[in-house]
């Protein structure tokens, strides 16, 4: 176990609390980085008296002004920091930037301080953490191993409990697969949420700047301070940092059907896969099998036509005069794009349009998807010996995600029977990363894991954080709108959010009405000592959106004020009197959810004796 504190931003601002200074917090930075001895994962450090006087430039200790206050976090060296130089793992490209990238510029006015840029596969691209002419970072959890890349250093860095995150890019995995292989989270945002002014282009039209962290909490809390949008950025979009709390209860998630889930003889990480959707199915969710080669598909035009050419266009200058200067590898790929065309990116383009017209309907059928975040591990010495092959292996997951448009979050899950991390990922359509990281955020507790290769546990006080409420309003629901029910989606329309479980008042009983498709309860408020506490939930939503959705309820529900078990009262679905003629009395089961279930399961016993 690291010496000192735990630095998941919880347990390192509980120490400051307690008595700990910033100069101590710096002075255990640099004793981990002289413990873990590991040349390859830093290719610049700060200078400890800055880094001092930064701190002493912060005043007192004071999360709720700075809620980053003293938290040091690594920069992946293909994104700028103010007087630290920018190699993207190339030193003939080396450059002294004048200002802070964007996203540097807003975690540190959070308080956050910066302790070094880390190595990287060369100009992000690659997935293997190898491609780099520095020392190669040790993966945290097996040396043997490759650390995953391109953001191969932020993630070690972190998992090694040098610093409490760090940033990395992402355009076909590298913010996913480094945190997967080094047993920590790595939160891939929408593209456009994080700013990338001042990041060296891989594929700008795809680009995320990524975070990688001990905890979910952790990285969310950075995406929050982090995602503005940026003027500057052509490619900036406003999606708040709203959604994180307490997952629905009952989620549709999707998942490969087996026959299209490849992990290319690890039979451990497949179990490990498994497991994983054991604990999702444990807590509650449900699980719905998807064809998956329409996704490959999409993967597989990343390294095709279009992509591979806007890699070549973001260094072209550079690359047509100083080709010697590249990794071999990298050079072999920006090389192939000199011989491709203007209607090669255009037949790339008509391909993913269509391949995203095909996938519409099931990426709307669910939730979001849960896949492996890697296939399998990789020993340094495979992939010495098939560099390209290994590599595009490692994408399997990852390369469709941001031509898809979606955000994702890799969460560790457990420990493979051979030791080694085992992680999934979550995605969902751009917008939906505060649902992500919720679910994430329970997959992570429920498995009981060790933060990364610190020894240290997931901290066991994390408050869930609340739903935005300023101007929003409750709506209590009872039936066919509840989590994983049928008509659910028409919250999720009008981008309604989960705030929690709750229980009526016991004035009230439940009816299953007659005649409706599909079916639906009613909800009837009687006298006091007349009927029962009744399960329900309760979405927050913004006026607008309440009157869109209020408006479409038809007869005989409608919209009153029910009062909760608590005592406090929201607006929910009420039934008419007049419905309750033909409707059966179902208090007894406490909820329409209990009744639905109980009748599920009378039906399939029928069917069986039949």
């Not at 444990?282 to 095709?304: I, K, N, Q, S, T």
Request: charged share 20%; aromatic share 8%.
């Amino acid at each position: 176990m690291r010496a000192g504190p735990a630095f998941d931003i919880a347990s390192l601002h509980a120490a400051y609390a307690n008595g700990l200074t910033a100069g101590g917090m710096i002075e255990t930075v640099f004793a981990r980085v002289a413990e873990v001895n590991d040349p390859g994962i830093f290719i610049h450090l700060a200078d400890v008296k800055g880094l001092l006087a930064q701190a002493e430039a912060l005043g007192p200790f004071d999360p709720a002004t700075r809620p980053l206050w003293g938290v040091p976090f690594a920069v992946k060296d293909n994104i700028d920091v103010a007087g630290m130089p920018t190699t993207a793992a190339c030193p003939d490209y080396s450059h002294m930037p004048e200002a802070d990238a964007t996203v540097v510029k807003l975690l540190k006015e959070a308080g956050a301080l910066v302790i070094g840029k880390t190595n990287l596969d060369q100009f992000a691209t690659g997935l293997v953490g190898v491609r780099s002419p520095y020392p190669i970072p040790r993966n945290a959890i097996d040396p043997d191993l490759v650390p995953g890349g391109s953001s191969s250093g932020s993630a070690v860095a972190t998992a090694q409990g040098i610093v409490s995150f760090a940033l990395g890019t992402d355009t076909a995995g590298s913010g996913r697969i480094p945190a997967g292989l080094n047993n920590i989270v790595g939160l891939k945002p929408s593209v456009g949420a994080l700013s990338t002014t001042g990041v060296i282009p891989a594929c700008r039209t795809l680009d995320c700047v990524s975070v990688f962290a001990l905890t979910v909490d952790d990285a969310w809390k950075v995406f929050s301070v982090a995602a503005k949008p940026d003027p500057s950025d052509a490619y900036s979009r406003l999606i708040p940092a709203v959604g994180f709390g307490a997952a629905p209860p009952v989620l549709t998630i999707g998942v490969p059907v087996k026959t299209d889930r490849r992990f290319f003889g690890d039979d451990a990480m497949e179990a490990a896969y498994e497991a994983a959707l054991a604990t999702l199915s444990g807590l509650g969710h449900r699980l719905v099998e998807v064809p998956f080669a329409d996704f490959f598909g999409v993967a597989d035009l990343l390294y095709e036509g279009a992509w591979v050419a806007e890699r070549y266009a973001a260094v072209k200058e550079f690359f047509d005069a100083r080709e010697g200067s590249f990794h071999p590898v990298t050079r072999k790929i920006y090389g192939a794009a000199k011989t491709l065309s203007a209607a090669d990116a255009f037949n790339g383009f008509y391909a993913l349009q269509a391949l995203k017209r095909k996938l519409a309907p099931a990426i709307a059928s669910v939730d979001l998807f849960c896949v492996p975040t890697a296939p399998r591990h990789y020993t340094r010495a495979e992939l010495e010996a098939e560099p390209i092959r290994e590599n595009s292996r490692l994408g399997t997951y990852t390369n469709f995600v941001n031509l898809l448009d979606m955000c994702g979050i890799a969460v560790p899950t457990g420990t493979r029977i051979d030791g080694l991390p085992a992680s999934v990922t979550l995605l969902a359509p751009a917008g939906r990363d505060g649902l992500t990281a919720s679910l994430a955020r329970d997959i992570h507790a429920a498995r009981g894991l060790t933060l990364g290769a610190t020894g240290h546990g997931l901290p066991t006080s994390q408050a869930v954080s609340p739903v935005e409420s300023s101007g929003m309003i409750d709506l209590v629901v009872v039936g066919a709108h509840l989590s994983g029910m049928p008509l659910n989606g028409q919250l999720r329309d009008v981008e309604a959010r989960f705030l929690r479980a709750a229980r009526t008042s016991s004035s009230y009983r439940l009816y299953a009405l007659a005649s409706q498709v599909p079916p639906k309860p009613g909800l009837v408020r009687v006298e006091e000592g007349h009927g029962s506490g009744i399960d329900v939930e309760i979405w927050r939503l913004t006026p607008a959106a309440f009157g869109q959705f209020v408006a479409a309820i038809p007869a005989p529900l409608g919209i009153g004020t029910i009062v909760l078990d608590d005592g406090t009262s929201a607006k929910g679905f009420l039934a008419e009197p007049i419905a309750l003629g033909e409707a059966t009395d179902i208090t007894e089961y406490g909820g329409w959810r209990a009744y639905i279930q109980r009748a599920e399961a009378a039906n399939r016993l029928g069917r069986t004796r039949a």
